[in-house]
């Protein structure tokens, strides 16, 4: 049975730093292209950053110079480093391994950022 465990959630000052990590059981993540999704209350799900098996990585613009997401060493384990945190950053986190027709998704972790 495949599990998706996100973590490092917290409330934070604006202008704070987070770190969340995304970890798996029952797959290997370093096939795995891994997202991290935010979802606000009354808004739609929208995707943050991704980062693909070979390394590439993208960004939506708002976060652009703020977050990072990387893999440790092991390729076990995906973060998401979110710096100069904003009140719009508020919402809760989700990860997605994503590998051909498989898709994985966590319950996500909430953060919340105060003005």
């Known amino acids: 049975q495949v599990q998706v465990v996100e973590s490092g959630g917290d409330m934070v000052q604006a202008g704070g730093s987070l770190r969340l990590s995304c970890a798996a059981s029952g797959i290997n993540l370093r096939l795995f292209r891994i997202a991290w999704y935010r979802q606000a209350p009354g808004k739609q799900r929208e995707l943050v950053a991704s980062?693909?098996?070979?390394?590439?990585?993208t960004y939506e613009d708002s976060v652009k110079g703020r977050f990072a997401i990387f893999r440790d060493s092991t390729g076990d384990m995906v973060y998401l480093q979110m710096n100069n945190l904003h009140p719009e950053d508020t919402a809760v986190y989700l990860c997605?391994?994503?590998?051909?027709?498989?898709?994985?998704w966590g319950q996500g972790t909430k953060v919340t950022v105060s003005s």
């Open positions: 980062i693909s098996d070979a390394g590439d990585t």
């Open positions: 997605n391994a994503h590998w051909n027709i498989a898709d994985y």
